[in-house]
């Protein structure tokens, strides 16, 4: 029997509606979610803490409780970016232990930890974290295509996983390419060499996800990620009910009742016509196109994004041919945050500069010094000597450079939150200027002099333009910080949030 992980309260919005759904539209179908006999439920991680901060008001720790409380049986999962956490740097080991210890303390059961670069060394603390707090320790391979990328070395880096600590090897196919051979071949591989149970995640852009899931199951895989047909397909994952029906009456049957999902699938489609307007239309199409640019849907979002803030969308083709040519001097990174991010803003830089590397990024720089880890293959020598020239490389483990943060952001969240806790200190660890202006949005425990000193500190970092080689390299960078972008999503969140009201919601 397979197991099933669903992703709709997760993976499923963020890929299809930029992560905005809001805890009061997954409360309601809590219960029957957790009735169904789910492997696990991911709801937690990649960009809902940002979001929930940045764009809807809700504290993340208290989604993660009320979604824990009305959902006791089945294990909570979410997506741990490493020695990132949720955020889109490297924070120090300090602050790393006390998010996974808060974050198992408040309902998170299975750590799903990965490395944009698949460095062990940048997954190592984390891993050991869910291990001490006894959680189950998930570590991910991210799964791309490149001459440095073979079985082989896919399968030692499962080895090196295993023996940090790991509870099993989820495979992370986030660009959605992984061809069903090729995934049928890497599971039995793993399972053979390794030994730990393996969990294939994908997506369906390129219209291959559901024949991939399959060749997986049949090669061995113990769990397959899908989400509820409304929040499936596309740049999201493959439908569950799809899948179940598919696997009926077999050896790998989830034995999950279809009239059940069919119950809930009716729920979140109701969910999804209040976020109609956050919809796009390119989110939801296959894109054969990534097989050879594996350029995610993520990752193509932004493109636009920034393309569209430059007044430069008829560029797109040259930006997604410069695309793998940055790649490949970096030393073939996966695509995925924030190694997407870095990639593609320097690839944007390229094409509309005239030139490449007229202007390198300095996220471009710290990656070439060894600051984000050690890239999977040899840098472009050029590159290389360009950045040396003016710092030096590091060759240690990048999160040894950090010295101790958690108490100096906790005496500092206390400046105006006096009776702050260890999750709302980590909150501000994470996100510093998000976390002020939300309690200021809040208004919840503050004086009037706090919310004046936040206010014109808000007011004034909106004002103050942003160097271009300094933008944010988190996910859906330019959208947060681009003035059109943050115009944009202030409207759809009005009209949301107005036919939230309308419905009784």
Not at 112 to 135: I, S, T, Y
Not at 322 to 329: I, S, T, W
Not at 414 to 430: E, K, M, T
Request: with cysteine; glycine share 8%.
């Amino acid at each position: 029997m397979v197991g099933i992980t669903e992703t709709v309260l997760r993976d499923g919005h963020q890929s299809l509606i930029a992560t905005r759904m809001r805890t009061r539209d997954m409360l309601p179908a809590a219960e029957r979610l957790d009735a169904i006999g789910y492997r696990s439920l991911e709801v937690w991680g990649g960009a809902t803490f940002d979001v929930c901060l940045r764009f809807l008001g809700e504290d993340p720790w208290e989604r993660l409780r009320l979604l824990k409380r009305a959902m006791p049986r089945t294990p909570l999962q979410m997506l741990l970016r490493g020695q990132n956490l949720v955020g889109y740097r490297h924070y120090p080991d300090d602050v790393v232990r006390k998010f996974v210890h808060e974050a198992a303390r408040q309902g998170v059961d299975i750590f799903r930890v990965f490395d944009a670069l698949n460095d062990p060394r940048n997954m190592a603390v984390a891993l050991d974290a869910v291990k001490r707090e006894g959680g189950r320790a998930q570590a991910t391979i991210c799964y791309t295509s490149s001459p440095v990328h073979t079985l082989e070395a896919f399968v030692e880096l499962g080895r090196t996983l295993a023996g940090l600590g790991a509870d099993e090897i989820c495979v992370k196919d986030m660009g959605g390419f992984m061809p069903p051979l090729e995934g049928g071949a890497l599971v039995r591989a793993l399972v053979r060499e390794v030994g730990l149970p393996v969990v294939v995640h994908t997506h369906s852009s390129s219209g291959m996800s559901a024949m991939t899931s399959l060749a997986v199951t049949e090669a061995g895989a113990a769990a397959i990620d899908c989400a509820l047909s409304p929040f499936a397909g596309g740049t999201s994952q493959p439908p569950t009910e799809a899948l179940v029906g598919a696997l009926r009456g077999s050896a790998h049957d989830p034995k999950l009742d279809l009239s059940a999902l069919a119950d809930l699938s009716e729920y979140f489609r109701t969910v999804l016509e209040h976020y109609r307007p956050l919809l796009e239309l390119r989110s939801l199409q296959t894109d054969p196109g990534i097989l050879t640019h594996q350029v995610p849907g993520g990752m193509l979002s932004n493109l636009l994004n920034q393309l569209k803030e430059q007044e430069a969308m008829g560029r797109l083709a040259e930006v997604i041919a410069e695309v793998p040519r940055v790649r490949a001097d970096l030393g073939y990174p996966p695509l995925v945050t924030p190694t997407s991010q870095i990639v593609g803003v320097q690839a944007v830089f390229n094409v509309l500069l005239g030139g490449r590397y007229r202007q390198i990024t300095r996220e471009v720089r710290d990656y070439v010094r060894g600051l984000y880890g050690q890239p999977p293959g040899p840098l472009d020598p050029d590159l290389l000597r360009r950045v040396t020239a003016e710092a030096p490389a590091i060759s240690g483990r990048p999160a040894d450079l950090l010295p101790p943060e958690f108490e100096e952001k906790l005496a500092e969240v206390r400046a105006f939150v006096p009776a702050a806790d260890d999750a709302q200190a980590l909150s501000y660890a994470l996100f510093p200027e998000v976390y002020r202006r939300f309690r200021a949005d809040r208004g919840d425990g503050l004086s009037p002099e706090v919310l004046t000193s936040i206010a014109l500190g808000v007011v004034a970092a909106l004002r103050s333009p942003r160097p271009a080689a300094s933008v944010p390299t988190g996910a859906r960078a330019s959208t947060a910080w681009g003035a059109a972008g943050r115009a944009e999503l202030g409207a759809q969140r009005r009209w949301v949030d107005a036919h939230h009201a309308r419905s009784g919601r």
